[in-house]
Structure formats: C-alpha cells, structure tokens
C-alpha cells in the first residue's frame, strides 16, 4: 500500500483518502424513525428485519400509541455513518404496511441549545441571601483581594475553572472548520471536565488564527481561569501559542492534544511492555506523525528513557538533513535520527517493537507489520480512521490498542485530563512541568492491577473511578514538591474572630 498523503487545509497532518466504512455501527450515528404500521402483529418482525438487513443494528423500539388499526411505533437504531442511516430509513420505506412519518437524529437532538448552563452554588431567596453574595457583602471580599491577590484562587471561581481555548484550525480529524463550528467540541470538552474532575470548564472559541492575537487574547482573560486548556490548534502554531503563555501567566498552561494523548500513550506503553516483558530503553519505536501529538509523545518518551525512537511523516522517516522539513520538525528528527536514517513507512518498521501511529487514516499496510519484532505493540490511534485496521493488526502484534470506543484498549485523552487539571487546582499550581507529566503517566498505568493486566486490558476505562483521583494525587503531589511551582496563599480570616 502506498503511503503518500497529502496535507490538510490549515495542517501540516496527512490526510488519506476516504475508505469504505466499516462494519461496526455506533451511537454517534444513532436516528430514531417514528413509524405507524398496520394491525399485522407481524409488522413489527418486518422492521426489525429491514433494519438488519441494511446492516444496522435496533437498539430499542418503543410503543408510542396503539388501536385497533395499528401502531405508532419510534425505532432507534444505530448505524456507521451518516449514509448507512439513510440507507436504514429507505430500507424502512419498503415494508410493506409501514409509513415513516419523522426521523431524528438523536446525536443533533442532544445537542440542541449547547450542552452547558451556569448555575450558582449559593441560595438567592432571601435578601440576605443577596446582601452577601452581591452588594454590600462582596464589596468586602473584593477589598481583601485587592490587599491579597493570591488568595483569589481560594474566594472565586478561578481556583476551580479552566479555560478550553481554540481558533478552530485542527477539530478532531475535521481540520480547519473554524471557531463556530469547534464550539459543539468545546462544549463536550468541558463537559467532561465537570462530569470526571467535578472542574468548572468554560469554551472560549477565538475568531482569529494569528499567533499574537491569541496569545494576547487569553493572557487578558487568564485572570478569571486557574489554568488554560489548548484545544485543537493546529500545528506548528500550538507549539508558540502555548510557549508564549507558559513564558507570561502564572496559571498552567496545557495543551491537551499534545500533552493529554502523550501521557495516555505512555501509560499504555509502560503497561503494554510489562505484558511482553519488553523494558522502554530496549525497544525501538515509530512513531507516524510529527505534528503537535506525535512531537508530544516523542518527548514524553524520550524523557521517560526510550532509547530508539523514529518519527515518519509525510516526508518519510525524519532526518536533521532533510532541507524539506521546518524548525519544529527538524528539532525532532534531530533527537530521534542522529543515524539520519532515510525512508518510508514499512522501512521503518524493520526491527521495531512498538508503532504509535498519531497520523492519518489507511498509511500502512496490515502486512507491513510483520517486519516488526516479534511480541510486537501497535498503537493506532488517527481519528477517525486509525493508521491501519487494528482488528486485522491482531494477526501480526501481541498487543494493539487505539482511539476507538468499540475496541478493547481505547486510548482517549479524557483518561489524563480531568486528573491533570484537578491536580493542578488542588496544588494551586503555577506551572506544568515534564514531571508532573510524567507523574501522571506513571499514576494512570498503576491503575491497571497486576491481576488486571493482560494484552486487552492495558489501560482502565474512562469510567473507573481511580483514574482521575489517581493521576490528580500525583500531579498535585509533584507540583508540591517543586520549587515555585505553586501559589503561596495568605489565609485571609474566613470566620469571625
């Protein structure tokens, strides 16, 4: 198979060409059809069949009303993707005795009116009530901060609220589709900050995708936030926002597509090594893609003790003496290929042990994975479409894990993030260090019992309760333990004397 991609608008991320779709249906393609049927009791064994026949799955159906003439009935099924479910509503018209009056999409239905409200955590029912929490109560406490600007953490929303910022220009595997149409990502983003980290997320979608401008723009806002999320920017322009914030604020500055899916990534590996009983310095890695996830993982890697690391992108294999590649990408090869190793995908892979695959869709060919070493480790993990079919990959690697939900071994940044910014709260943190880094790694690959571990189960679930208690315990503790890292508080008098 060939690996030649071409870039995406806005990205320096290759993008393959579109794929037939799989077989696997999923809730994300999730419609409901409102059907009335006629008084056969078998009808309803007829809708059901048309579903299945069209390659869907029904998830429920659902009486809404019944007389002696019929049904109204309401079929939620699921499908691949937006084609296959109208290929289900045609296959629906054709049952004989069925009519379809209305279908919905239960993934639009869900996010009519956005999915997030602010609510207030005092009671406002009596005037008391707003004597305190407005004038002339909080005259006093905004005083006191003035006399103690370090203790606005402890007295506001800033010491549990961060900040999801994007200019829209890299959205999931969308690419550049803009600030308003980023905002429905933004807004499950800081969903899922208050639903694992119980942390009060806010998305701030920026019309602008110049450098100064953002960079400015949350420096004057980073007032109100106790740390700043960087969401979906594309790169190499990620790399300056965030080096630039971390130089200006005092609040932490995190970009979760680099800094989330590399600390994921390592606890997975440091796991998925112990099933093969392979040791990190030993093993050489690939690692397909040099944007913004794949520059994160490479140096998280290399600071955890990888010994042999080498990055393809769209270039080949990375080498210092490339003249095609920018500053970023040169910096990468020049601390993965001081060989100057030249070459494609699969030449890559000759010898290895482990494939990290933060690229596109369909670069590598299932065959290809034999040139590996035995024992092997494949991590794809492109979005929407992995690298290569992790289902098939099973044939030639011990272990294969990726981003995908229906598969064991999902590797979702949602399993780093909410720790990482829950431990920076509760430390009162300045600053995001490598260690902190590392420090959650290691506290989400612990959550894996050695009862636990087995090659389809090298990474917790996104819903286990340890995951964000353990790596928030870690982070805060390592924050606490390096010099400046955190906010001293005054300890302004909070009961009467």
């Known amino acids: 198979m060939s690996t030649e991609t071409t870039p995406a608008a806005g990205t320096d991320e290759p993008v393959a060409p579109t794929v037939p779709r799989g077989p696997v249906t999923s809730a994300s393609y999730s419609i409901t059809v409102r059907l009335t049927s006629d008084g056969d009791p078998a009808s309803i064994g007829r809708i059901a069949t048309a579903v299945g026949t069209a390659g869907g799955a029904v998830t429920a159906i659902d009486v809404v009303d019944s007389r002696s003439d019929g049904l109204t009935v309401d079929v939620t099924c699921s499908a691949a993707d937006a084609a296959h479910s109208e290929e289900m ?52 406490v905004c005083l006191a901060l003035a006399d103690h600007p370090e203790d606005v953490r402890r007295l506001t929303i800033k010491g549990n609220t961060v900040a999801v910022v994007t200019d829209g220009s890299a959205v999931l595997g969308l690419g550049d589709i803009g600030p308003g149409a980023a905002l429905p990502v933004m807004e499950g983003k800081a969903a899922l900050f208050k639903r694992f980290a119980d942390i009060d997320a806010w998305p701030i979608c920026l019309d602008t995708q110049d450098v100064d401008e953002i960079v400015r723009t949350v420096e004057l806002i980073a007032p109100g936030f106790g740390g700043i999320n960087l969401e979906d920017i594309a790169a190499p322009r990620c790399f300056e926002i965030e080096k630039r914030l971390r130089d200006k604020l005092d609040i932490p500055v995190f970009h979760d597509d680099q800094h989330g899916t590399a600390i994921v990534a390592l606890a997975a590996l440091k796991n998925a090594l112990r099933v093969v009983d392979k040791r990190l310095p030993d093993v050489k890695i690939v690692v397909a893609g040099g944007g913004a996830a794949g520059t994160a993982i490479v140096h998280l890697l290399l600071q955890a003790g990888a010994g042999q690391v080498l990055v393809w992108d769209r ?11 920018g500053p970023a990408k040169r910096d990468l090869a020049q601390r993965t290929n001081p060989g100057r190793r030249r070459g494609e995908l699969p030449d890559a892979l000759d010898g290895a042990d482990v494939f990290i695959g933060v690229s596109a869709g369909n670069v590598l060919a299932v065959e290809d994975l034999a040139r590996m070493n035995e024992r092997s480790i494949i991590f794809p993990m492109a979005n929407p479409t992995p690298e290569v079919d ?62 636990q571990l087995n090659a389809n189960y090298i990474i917790p679930s996104v819903f286990d309760p340890e995951v964000t208690t353990a790596v928030a315990a870690a982070v805060a503790e390592q924050a606490r333990h390096e010099p400046g890292a955190t906010v001293r508080v005054s300890g302004i008098e909070t009961t009467p004397a």
């Open 390 to 451: 992790p289902v098939r990959a099973r044939e030639h690697a011990t272990i294969v894990a990726s981003g995908r939900s229906d598969l064991p071994n999902q590797i979702n940044n949602v399993l780093a993030f909410p720790g990482v910014f829950r431990g920076l709260l509760d430390a009162r943190a300045t600053e995001i260090s490598d260690g902190m880094l590392l420090a959650a790694a290691d506290a989400l690959a612990a959550v894996v019992r050695d009862d």
């Open 315 to 325: 270039e080949g294999i990375l080498s210092p003496d490339d003249d095609r590649l």
């Open 89 to 140: 509503v045609d296959a629906l018209r054709t049952v004989p005795g069925v009519t379809v009056r209305k279908v919905s999409d239960r993934t639009f239905l869900l996010h009519l009116g956005g999915k997030l409200e602010v609510a207030s955590k005092v009671p406002l029912k009596t005037r008391d009530d707003l004597s305190m929490a407005y004038t002339p109560g909080v005259a006093r």
